[in-house]
């Protein structure tokens, strides 16, 4: 539903206790036993999924065809068809313009497995794209054997940009070697001349519209590529999504938080994390960002350090109260993973981007309770045997 993970909280519990008929945010904190705020009912009015009717206290009831647009979104696989492409293009939320110093902070960290390579940016914009710019700058020091990129035109053909050979015979890779093409298709990453072209390329690295991140990793996994693409943490979270996590099938990359886009001049002003520049350029900065990948990393290697306790007072960071709904204990922050507990252990989503298979094994996804009262989601881990692995 591309929620935050609140609202996707503030949802499930609306649902339950409010299917039909206004509410307040008070009425539901009342009887779902969870603080939830206007502010987070205002994001799900937002998506499309609940009307809003002003007055003291504001009241907030579901559309008529909620149950229609779950079932929509519960069915969303790979293989959406144009049409659904063609809206996700039109939402200007869909349209982040990813910083070409984020992408080289987490694409150097590659360097080794892009050499002799075929790239292909599959979800790009035009020239524009700075993951087709990083690639071009950095063709020759990464010893690349193809470049590719699509361009999306919701109204008519897309264009393809290829670079494989100093043309020119100037002496290196740069703009004057890239060959421009038009294409049958709109250039959307589903059509039938972008999977052509994915399998020819060994690795796929972009920022893929948001809304059908689902449909896109899918993709992906299917025809068996490696990848470098940004994504919202949340995704971690989807139930088509964390299957893929549990069997170490994607993992995240080294960089993760909040991240600053550059968005198109027709997107909606925000009230938070939104700002225009002096050029008059938009701006949106969001706090959940993470690359997602099946390309190595050290941090899946090595695991991270752990030092809090669950048996030692004195290092005890936590209560690690256990769950109403489920045989494990939780723990609020990643740092508080206790060193000595081998049992099992809710972890906030965030723990996927320190998460090493050599540490932990993960073992399933919740929505737990702690005295009635509902918690945000959780990962549920378990140690991996302390003779095997002993950080």
Do not use: H
Request: net charge neutral; glycine share 6%; hydrophobic share 35%.
């Amino acid at each position: 539903m591309n929620l935050t993970e609140k609202g996707q909280i503030a949802f499930d519990l609306a649902l339950k206790y409010y299917p039909t008929g206004q509410f307040c945010a008070a009425e539901l904190t009342e009887k779902s036993g969870y603080k939830i705020n206007a502010a987070t009912l205002n994001g799900i009015v937002n998506r499309g999924y609940m009307k809003k009717y002003t007055g003291a206290p504001v009241k907030f009831e579901f559309v008529e065809n909620i149950k229609e647009l779950i079932e929509i979104d519960e069915k969303q696989k790979f293989g959406c068809d144009n049409e659904n492409l063609v809206k996700a293009k039109k939402n200007k939320d869909d349209e982040f313009y990813t910083q070409l110093d984020y992408i080289n902070k987490e694409l150097i960290q590659y360097k080794k497995y892009f050499r002799g390579k075929s790239i292909f940016c599959n979800c790009n914009d035009d020239l524009e794209s700075n993951f087709f710019k990083f690639f071009l700058l950095n063709f020759d020091a990464f010893n690349l054997t193809r470049l590719v990129g699509f361009s999306y035109n919701k109204d008519g053909c897309g264009k393809k940009y290829e670079v494989y050979d100093d043309i020119n015979k100037d002496g290196f890779i740069d703009e004057s070697d890239i060959i421009i093409s038009e294409l049958k298709q709109n250039g959307g990453f589903n059509t039938e001349e972008s999977i052509e072209e994915l399998k020819k390329a060994d690795i796929i690295c972009t920022n893929p519209p948001f809304s059908l991140f689902r449909q896109y990793i899918q993709q992906l996994i299917d025809f068996n590529k490696q990848f470098l693409i940004i994504g919202s943490q949340n995704a971690v979270g989807y139930k088509d999504v964390f299957p893929l996590i549990k069997e170490n099938k994607i993992w995240t990359g080294y960089n993760a938080g909040d991240m600053k886009f550059k968005v198109p001049a027709d997107s909606e002003p925000r009230k938070v994390r939104y700002w225009v520049d002096e050029t008059g350029q938009k701006w949106r900065s969001l706090g959940n960002i993470c690359w997602f990948t099946n390309l190595p990393t050290k941090i899946r290697e090595e695991g991270f350090i752990l030092t809090a306790s669950y048996y030692d007072d004195k290092n005890k960071k936590e209560p690690y109260d256990d769950y109403d709904n489920y045989e494990a204990i939780n723990v609020n922050k990643n740092i508080n993973i206790p060193k000595d507990y081998y049992g099992l252990m809710g972890v906030p989503i965030t723990f996927i981007t320190k998460y090493s298979p050599n540490q932990f094994e993960i073992i399933d996804k919740i929505s737990p309770y702690i005295n009635g009262k509902a918690k945000y989601t959780r990962i549920i881990i378990k140690r991996i045997d302390k003779n095997n692995f002993d950080l």
